[in-house]
């Protein structure tokens, strides 16, 4: 049986040494280690040998009648990059990344793009560019029919509805039943510097110093990727200097048995899903400038007081 370099397979294959290298990968036949592909046990068994070369070194080799046919990444029977999926949504891959980014799926790096926890919970994988060692991400083809997703190119919607998401005025909730309750109980009716409507004086606070500080911020922003209905009370959209978004949370109710059992459920899901939250309660609200500013400063979010 003959065999052949990876790079001469691809020539074979008509597709680029770096794609084939990142296919294989993805399979599972070979993985980096110490700036090398190396051979894997799945590999071997898929009749992949190794080869000694007195000037390069160590390199992999393959029969030259190899098929890829029947070999799918595990648990997925699709792997697409961030150009198809930019593609089947008429948007480019650039634009695709940084609303993955937004929503928390992968984060800026110095070499591209890092897969974050939240990511790596719906299935996608973090691979390296064999030519320039730059990371990027591969995603299974159930991301198309992702919820999030769908629901950032949902054009259409019913005029009230576009209100409703411009001023970040939630009207509706599944969330839980102690979550409806507080909503009904205390109605967005304080108006914001800004335009936005918020429940108390308290997030009034914080909305108006965000506002006058300079940091682009939303109300009531559905949590990415969850199976309920989970709301912040502000959200802080990933920018220069954090590649992640920051999430703001104000406890105002911890003397409620029923409140504090929702506090500690929601925690919960924040650090479940790896986000970046930021937990004020009153009296950080008394002293809101020194209080939130310094953990601004934590997420790399500097204070405009300009």
């Keep these: 049986m003959e065999y052949i370099s990876t790079s001469a397979l691809s020539t074979k294959l008509e597709i680029k040494s770096n794609e084939l290298f990142d296919k294989l990968k993805t399979y599972g036949w070979i993985d980096r280690l110490n700036e090398k592909w190396v051979l894997t046990e799945i590999g071997k068994q898929k009749g992949g040998q190794t080869r000694n070369n007195p000037k390069f070194g160590e390199y992999i080799v393959w029969p030259e009648n190899i098929s890829f046919n029947s070999q799918v990444p595990k648990g997925n029977s699709k792997f697409l990059n961030a150009t198809t999926i930019g593609k089947h949504f008429n948007i480019s891959s650039q634009r695709f990344n ?160 029923k409140y504090n059992s929702r506090k500690a459920k929601k925690i919960e899901i924040y650090s479940s899903l790896g986000l970046n939250l930021i937990q004020l309660n009153d009296a950080d609200i008394k002293n809101i400038e020194d209080s939130l500013q310094k953990y601004l400063l934590q997420h790399n979010i500097k204070v405009s007081l300009d």
């Design 98 to 257: 940084l609303l993955l980014n937004e929503i928390g799926l992968i984060e800026k790096t110095v070499a591209g793009w890092a897969i974050t926890k939240l990511g790596k919970k719906i299935g996608g994988k973090q691979l390296e560019h064999e030519t320039s060692g730059g990371t990027y991400i591969l995603w299974p083809e159930s991301i198309l029919q992702n919820k999030d997703i769908l629901d950032m190119f949902q054009v259409e919607k019913p005029v009230k509805e576009i209100l409703v998401a411009f001023t970040n005025v939630i009207t509706e909730r599944k969330d839980s039943d102690i979550a409806d309750d507080f909503r009904k109980k205390y109605p967005a009716e304080y108006r914001t510097k800004d335009g936005h409507y918020v429940r108390s004086k308290a997030e009034l606070t914080i909305d108006d110093s965000l506002y006058l500080w300079g940091i682009p911020h939303a109300y009531e922003k559905k949590l990415p990727n969850t199976e309920e209905n989970v709301y912040s009370d502000f959200h802080i959209p990933s920018g220069k200097g954090r590649p992640k978004a920051v999430y703001i949370e104000y406890w105002g109710m911890e003397n409620d048995e």
